[in-house]
T-cell receptor, first 114, second 115 residues
């Protein structure tokens, strides 16, 4: 079974600064997707960014980018120019072709200091 | 296009009763996931349905059950409710292509309170 590990239960960053959230995963598959989801206080889960394993180029979405290291099974999220609205729980997730479906990490609580 | 919809938004039940939660996936999505999120905790995987069949279930007792209908909507049933079942229950749907699911889109959740 695949596992996803987020080793940072909580992170804090000053507004306008850059922060990186870590995620590692374990899989024997070669073809899979990785995602970062955001859950603000409203509790609505929002997809932030996705990465296909076969793509070497790191995905970017405006201020959000990932550092995907396939050999190391690492998938970190970088948030540039942090804004107060970025404060939320961030979940890393994996999906492959197996029967485990979508697997989530335990989440990182991101605090933005004004 | 309508997103994932869950009903009801809030549900209050008495210990020992049964709760039924409903989820309608995004049109074209065949997979439905159910997650439990207790206060301050992460997402605990409950059930995964795809094409009408249960594909996997998490580490929950049998009183947590569900089904997926021919139109791919899904129902989660919790029998013999206990106080610790109080949580936000999230439903997500995704599309399965070439043997692999794509990203999941979430509903707004059902807040279940057991008193």
């Amino acid at each position: 079974a695949q596992t996803v590990t987020q080793s940072q239960p909580e992170m804090s960053v000053q507004e306008a600064e850059t922060v990186t959230l870590s995620c590692t995963y374990d899989t024997s598959e070669s073809d899979y997707y990785l995602f970062w989801y955001k859950q603000p206080p409203s509790r609505q889960m929002i997809l932030v960014i996705r990465q296909e394993a076969y793509k070497q180029q790191n995905a970017t979405e405006n201020r959000f980018s990932v550092n995907f290291q396939k050999a190391a099974k690492s998938f970190s999220l970088k948030i540039s120019d942090s804004q107060l609205g970025d404060a939320a729980m961030y979940f890393c997730a994996y999906v492959g072709g197996g029967a485990d479906g979508l697997t989530f990490g335990k989440g990182t609580h991101l605090i933005i200091q004004p | 296009e309508a997103g994932v919809t869950q009903s009801p938004t809030h549900l209050i039940k008495t210990r020992g009763q049964q709760a039924t939660l409903r989820c309608s996936p995004i049109s074209g999505h065949t997979s439905v996931y159910w997650y439990q999120q207790a206060l301050g905790l992460g997402l605990q995987f409950l059930l995964w349905y795809d094409e009408g069949e249960e594909r996997n279930r998490g580490n929950f007792p049998p009183r947590f059950s569900g089904r997926q209908f021919p139109n791919y909507s899904s129902e989660l049933n919790v029998n013999a409710l206990e106080l610790e079942d109080s949580a936000l229950y999230l439903c997500a749907s995704s599309f399965r292509a070439t043997g692999r699911n794509t990203e999941a889109f979430f509903g707004q959740g059902t807040r279940l309170t057991v008193v």
